[in-house]
């Protein structure tokens, strides 16, 4: 299992960025996705969640509105744009896939090495 995370940097408040996961070793369709985030000296903080098929989403109230979770099941990629950006947003972000097919949880075991975003002025 391997999951690949990219496209974080470094943004004003205000600006956007998207990440990608492009992910290997497991039938990535068949799996419920997530992102999760940590923030410096801060625990992991769930972020948002997708259905297999694209169909089901599910985010943080924090995030609500600013961010948009998506996913290419033909790509094996899975995608998180990040709208309207504050300096809360500054962490290192996951993907991670849940445990078992089909079946959506929070175990965020399987993860990727992370993409670091930083929000500052």
């Known amino acids: 299992v391997q999951l690949e995370e990219s496209g974080g940097g470094s943004v004003q408040p205000g600006g956007s960025l998207r990440l990608s996961c492009r992910i290997s070793?497991?039938?990535?369709?068949?799996?419920?996705m997530s992102w999760v985030r940590q923030a410096p000296g801060k625990g992991l903080e769930w972020v948002s969640s997708?259905?297999?098929?694209?169909?089901?989403?599910s985010y943080a109230n924090s995030v609500k509105g600013r961010f948009t979770i998506s996913r290419d099941n033909a790509e094996n990629t899975l995608y998180l744009q990040l709208n309207s950006l504050k300096t809360d947003d500054t962490a290192m972000y996951y993907c991670?896939?849940?445990?078992?097919?089909?079946?959506?949880?929070?175990?965020?075991?399987?993860r990727g090495q992370g993409t670091q975003v930083t929000v500052s002025l």
């Open positions: 997708i259905s297999p098929a694209g169909s089901i989403k």
């Open positions: 070793g497991f039938t990535f369709s068949n799996y419920y």
């Open positions: 991670a896939k849940a445990s078992s097919p089909y079946r959506p949880d929070n175990d965020y075991n399987y």
